[in-house]
């Protein structure tokens, strides 16, 4: 079992950053990929951004490229996304999520195993 919490979401304006933060416990961190997801309301859980085990490979969705950037800490078992120039459009819960299958793979073409509780990213115009 892999425990995973999100923290780090608050209100910010339009412009702003945040860095959100996911701790995990349990099972090995540092052989899992990790990835970040969000879902905002009425809309489906999108994939923000994912990093393999030794971080030899980052994916990003396009709506963040150039603005999110995604790292972890093996020996924090912390994964986090910087998140910048943040827009309207950004405001969602954000997840966080561990897939160990798979592991040098950074994107989402794999199940995760393992989801947080969620943190919300609330951005006012």
């Known amino acids: 079992q892999v425990q995973l919490v999100e923290s780090g979401g608050e209100l910010v304006q339009a412009g702003g950053s945040l860095r959100l933060s996911c701790a995990a416990s349990?099972?090995?961190?540092?052989?899992?990929?990790m990835g970040w997801f969000r879902q905002a309301p009425g809309k489906e859980r999108e994939f923000v951004a994912g990093?393999?085990?030794?971080?030899?490979?980052?994916l990003y969705a396009d709506s963040v490229k150039g603005r999110f950037t995604i790292s972890r800490d093996n020996a924090k078992n912390t994964v986090y996304l910087q998140m910048n120039s943040l827009k309207p459009e950004d405001t969602a819960v954000y997840y966080c999520?561990?897939?160990?299958?798979?592991?040098?793979?950074?994107?989402?073409?794999?199940?995760?195993?393992?989801w947080g509780q969620g943190t919300q990213v609330t951005v006012s115009s």
């Open positions: 349990g099972r090995t961190f540092s052989s899992s990929a």
């Open positions: 990093i393999s085990r030794s971080a030899d490979n980052i």
């Open positions: 999520a561990a897939r160990f299958s798979q592991s040098h793979y950074a994107g989402p073409r794999y199940e995760y195993d393992y």
